[in-house]
């Protein structure tokens, strides 16, 4: 074959935030030679974003903590739809993950006895996150990027995986392009760890960045995995909404942890009003209450109702809005400046201080933030072995966001960078494992997904920016924050039309660092996701957590624990029901009583 | 409420380029980034320019903003002047790949051969530490650090004489001192700093941290303590003489 480059390694990571670089320390610590593929520059990925903090029941700040609560908190959060068994390991192992962080230099912020400090979180009954500032992605991201660099791992920077091998059953390579040249890469490899993270470039109001096209989901698919719970959607409840140019980026839940409050136009803290059945009791009841708990009071107080699941504040946002109860450029009202003095908020929410400075001319420390719901993270993924993480494709493993079960139908905040540390390290240390026996690749498949990759060169088409603004349209409309029957099936039948324009979409210019053809490949990633969150939604005749019908708008006894799994059977994407085996009874109890 | 703008942007490669003009409908908040990527979508497809995060997080979108070393994403098109044509170029220190896109990897080599981080034994018996909020605080500012690079772009070490063989400029300087001055590092980086480093090069004029995006004090903080670090290792002749008696 000529016109590309062929390397062979024992494990491929593709994706460089902080699952695939920690899955990329742990192959190589099992002495595996491996390649971490980014799409972007070392160090830029997702995680960076990532502001409040990492969940681990480290007890530092409460000593009743312990990984039992921690696990309790991620199924009622889930709202029981978790596969247990990693949310058990995950409130097992993110302990010895902060800690082994440490080891490697990050240096989080302190308690006064010198040891990592904690804060509240949404759904966490006790302050949990540890955390660096409000920029912990950052430092987690740079810690990882610098044992990385000096663990012998190949990085692959600004590269793009279009497409898996799989020969005879089994992973065989992935084939990518790098952005500078345009030119094609062949990385063979008989284990292949997808930390591709989430989706949610399939919406205009988003918190994520272009890089979230799903590519991972959809890599996987292509290659015959089962992709799980892709319904369930988190829309975080905190997004910028003023102005348009910056709406859907994201307001740290920690600014709700450290004492800020929601209102509406009347000046009411709504979310006294929203409390959910299964946490009554939980929650403050008082604003009296509610600030003696922020003051610090923490042993005869409850916690503030802002502090709910993030499922629970958004669709409180979402109603308060609909109900005409909104901000004048349709939000609601984050206040802190109220609860905290301005330098304990310059302190603990330094770049929210920025953003909002910098981006809107808002001053938080003196007035409230105009926030609403932004499209955060997919709960939904790959699905995977809880103890390996590996694929129903033997050799592709899926680690952090775009592996599917984790967070069941609602993920806690600051569960994320736990997960990712935790599962991110599992999939590295099976992937090392599962290396050798790679299969060859047959020339001929790619070539064929080499001029695949190419085609839109050969078309006088479509602008592919306007087929994903369109996709976006469609997705925000019709399978946002409140889906019913008729809408989804609107979203199914504009998808179908968008697959058409997609196909036919034409590029100028040359294939050196050409924006426009980037997006055409990542136009078919963005079509399989969407249309798999569609397909999900509509078959789930429920609402739980991250997923809401309007035509049905309660839980169903008779879906709990039931997945919805995807999966590609020859052009068409099959959609079926699979109960998840029943929780053991000391799990159940577990979870009823507590500790 | 929109408002027509005019923005020149650097299109071309490596070996040949050329300032062109877009117009472009500029709404409230917009930032230079947003109408970087409006020309993109609806009038040049194969325009390069790099991002990420949009949100002054991640560093990726740096470049001279009618000359000065810039966020994209961090910058309102309402700072300057309605009738004013705003030039977008690439950042100057490092080769261009195409329009607003450089090679920064120099960047990523030069940060891999800087010594790693090595802490003291651990302080307490399950193999933990203890460090308290004011020692952290200080390499917590330098791990603000966005890799932006635009501190690189504006030092005139890089810049204006080239010296990327000789010195590793403010941005790795700023990342060795993160470990410098980490409580529990026990790895030695001087003798680093000043051969290969090259942190004699730096003369403090300052303008690394003018430009700074998170604020870092990159020459106070960073830089000068560095090289008072290097000073005492390799000219105190009291230290001199204490190392040649204990090895």
Redesign the interface.
Known sequence: MSDIRSLSYDVVVIGAGGAGLRAAIEASAQKAKVALVCKSLLGKAHTVMAEGGAAAALGNVMGEDNWRVHFRDTMRGGKMHNNWRMAQIHAQEAPDRIHELEAWGALFDRTPDGRINQRPFGGHTYSRLAHVGDRTGLEMIRVLQDKGVHSGIDVHMECTIVRLFVVGGRVAGALGYFRETGRFVLLRAGAIVLATGGIGKAWQVTSNSWEYTGDGHALAYDAGAELIDMEFVQFHPTGMVWPPSVRGILVTEGVRGEGGVLKNSAGERFMFRYMPDMFKGDFAETELESDAWVKGDRKKNRRPPELLTRDVVAKAITKEIAEGRGSPHGGVFLDIASKQNPEFIKKKLPSMYHQFKELAHVDITKDAMEIGPTTHYVMGGVKVDAETQESTVPGLFAAGEVGGGMHGANRLGGNSLSDLLVFGRRAGLHAAAKRGGAPAIPDAEVEASMRDALAPFERDGENPFAVQSALQAVMQRNAGIIRDKAGLEVALAELDKLKGRASSVGITGSREYNPGWHTAIDLLSLLVVAEATARAALERTESRGGHTRSDYPDSDERQTREHIVIKKEGDRMAVRREAQPPLPADVMKLIQEGA | MSETRRLRLFRG?RERGELKEYQVAA?????VL?AVHAI???QA????????????????CSAEINGKPRLMC?T?MSDYPADETITVTPMKAFPV???L?T???WN?EV??RIP??K?RK?DAPD???????FE?ER??EF??C??CFLCQDVCHVLRAHDKHQEFMGPAMLVRAA??EM?P??VADRSEHLRQEGGIGYCNITKCCTEVCPESIMITDNAIIPLKERVADRNYDPLQWLWRKLTG
């Open positions: 490669t709404g409230e908040g917009m930032v947003d993109q979508a609806e497809p194969d325009l390069a320019v790099r991002w990420n995060c949009k949100a002054g997080k991640c560093g990726s961090m309102r790949i195409k329009d896109v090679d920064v990897s990523y940060n891999k790693a981080f802490p651990p193999g933990t530490w203890r460090m308290y909020q952290v390499p917590q791990r603000k966005i890799e993160v470990y980490h529990l590092d």
